[in-house]
């Protein structure tokens, strides 16, 4: 069940195996590994991986019956945006905050 919980997670993330791996740490062999079931994470990995999607390792097995929440399928992806903003400059980091604010207002005129 953890294969299938990962790849869930991280293609509701809209990140590769490749940018997973980057951002954990890891080969893209490995998380390949960890999603086709050949291999287990170590429980250090296990933790990295449930703290990036902000659910606990309960969950990430499968072990629970909310496993559906949209929050809990999208929570890496707040990790994702900061990591990808972290070498801007202020003035590029604002220009993603005015964008953010503009489709913030388009999505509430729907």
Not at 30 to 39: I, K, L, P, Q, R
Not at 82 to 104: A, G, M, P
């Amino acid at each position: 069940m953890f294969q299938i919980q990962l790849k869930r997670h991280r293609e509701a993330s809209n990140l590769s195996q490749q940018e997973f791996a980057k951002l954990l740490g890891v080969k893209q062999s490995t998380v390949a590994m960890w999603e086709n079931g050949s291999n287990k994470p170590r429980h250090s990995s296990l933790v990295k991986i449930a703290d990036f999607f902000h659910i606990s390792i309960d969950e990430l097995a499968g072990n629970t019956d909310d496993d559906d929440a949209p929050d809990k399928l999208t929570g890496g992806i707040d990790f994702v945006i900061c990591n990808e903003i972290k070498d801007l400059s202020d003035e590029q980091k604002h220009d993603v905050l005015d964008y953010v604010r503009f489709k913030k207002t388009k999505s509430s005129e729907k």
